[in-house]
C-alpha cells in the first residue's frame, strides 16, 4: 500500500490549509491523521472510519475537519484558524480490515507562524 500525502507548507497564524492523502488500494477500514514534533511522540489528529464516524483531538475540535472519499480513496484534513502549536509532520494512517494491518504515509510538513 502507498500513501501520497500532500498540501503541508508554511501559512502565518489563523490561516487554513488543507491535507490530502491517496491511497494506491481501497481502503475499507479507518483513516486517520496523526501529527508529530522533534523529541514527542506521535499524537492522533482526526480519524475517521469507513462509515464516516469522526474522532478529532480536542486541540482540534471546532478547527480541523476531516473527511474521505471512498471512490478516490483518498483522506482529507481540512485545517482552519492555525495556531503555532499546530506546527508538525502530519501523517495520514489507514487500516486495512482484510488484513488487520495499517500503513503510515511518509508525512508532510505543516509550519505555522506566529
Known amino acids: 500500500v502507498q500513501l501520497q500525502a500532500s498540501g503541508g507548507g508554511l501559512v502565518q497564524a489563523g490561516g487554513s490549509l488543507r491535507l490530502s492523502c491517496a491511497a494506491s488500494?481501497?481502503?475499507?477500514?479507518?483513516m486517520g491523521w496523526y501529527r508529530q514534533t522533534p523529541g514527542k511522540q506521535r499524537e492522533l489528529v482526526a480519524t475517521?472510519?469507513?462509515?464516516?464516524?469522526?474522532n478529532y483531538a480536542d486541540s482540534v475540535k471546532d478547527r480541523f475537519t476531516i473527511s474521505r472519499d471512498n471512490a478516490k480513496n483518498t483522506v482529507y484534513l481540512q485545517m482552519n484558524s492555525l495556531k503555532p502549536e499546530d506546527t508538525a509532520v502530519y501523517y495520514c494512517?489507514?487500516?486495512?480490515?482484510?488484513?488487520?494491518?495499517?500503513?503510515w504515509g511518509k508525512g508532510t510538513l505543516v509550519t505555522v507562524s506566529s
Open positions: 488500494v481501497r481502503i475499507s477500514g479507518a
Open positions: 494512517n489507514v487500516f486495512r480490515v482484510q488484513f488487520g494491518m495499517d500503513y
Open positions: 475517521i472510519s469507513s462509515g464516516g464516524s469522526r
